[in-house]
């Protein structure tokens, strides 16, 4: 199977980070029965002192570059991804999709009626490259901005029941679409490094998320564990 993770800062990660992406790739390594997976044609990190996507600093060294691949931008959102989803599709032939996209844009660009028809617009096109590509999209984790910022607060969750309705009316069976849960046990406060962004537990929450929809919905791999068998809220912290 070939999965591509598709995403903003959360997904790209920072220089220094481990990145949900290689919390995913220890889990599918452990639980795949079969071959797999990253692709997509980027596999940088963010360095936010040069602020250009051009680092290939992670965490962990056992990180195959191969597995780096991704489709994910500092400051990108449903709006950028929209656009250049067909072709990354067409090029490096993902079967599955595991996006996490618009609290950028809601933070930044659109409200979210139109991040909405933005994400229409992404499922729309990458079904044109391949018509019988998988999704997983995790609604908008909403960040520290919302516990201050009603109105902030209130578009993250207007758009997560439009996600959701997109999710529904657009699920095919030839297609299939789903809409992953929120990590139940997530905390902004001590599993992000701002607010926003994971950090090392943080990232385990987000890789369960994917990992446990697909398992649950389409057998794909098991049960999420974490590293080494251990539950997530014991995860390793970044050295």
Not at 26 to 45: I, K, M, N, Y
Not at 128 to 156: G, Y
Request: hydrophobic share 45%.
């Amino acid at each position: 199977m070939r999965f591509m993770c598709v995403g903003d800062s959360m997904t790209i990660g920072r220089a220094g980070d481990f990145t949900w992406r290689y919390r995913l790739w220890q889990h599918l390594s452990a639980s795949l029965d079969g071959p797999f997976a990253l692709v997509g044609p980027r596999t940088e990190l963010y360095d936010t002192e040069t602020g250009a996507a051009a680092s290939s600093a992670y965490a962990a060294e056992d990180f195959p570059p191969a597995a780096r691949r991704h489709l994910a931008g500092w400051g990108e959102g449903w709006l950028h991804m929209a656009p250049v989803i067909a072709d990354t599709v067409t090029e490096h032939r993902p079967d599955v999709l595991l996006v996490s996209l618009g609290l950028i844009d809601l933070g930044f660009y659109t409200d979210s009626e139109q991040t909405a028809l933005n994400a229409r617009a992404f499922l729309t096109a990458a079904r044109t490259a391949n018509p019988r590509i998988r999704c997983v999209l995790l609604p908008v984790i909403p960040n520290i901005r919302a516990e201050s910022d009603a109105p902030f607060a209130a578009e993250c969750a207007r758009f997560n029941e439009l996600l959701a309705k997109a999710v529904a009316d657009l699920d095919t069976p030839a297609s299939p679409l789903l809409l992953a849960s929120h990590p139940p046990a997530y905390d902004i406060h001590t599993d992000t490094y701002d607010g926003t962004h994971p950090g090392p537990t943080g990232e385990h929450h987000l890789a369960a998320a994917f990992a446990d929809a697909m398992h649950q919905a389409w057998g794909v791999g098991g049960a999420y564990a974490g590293v080494a068998g251990r539950p997530v809220p014991e995860a390793v912290t970044t050295p």
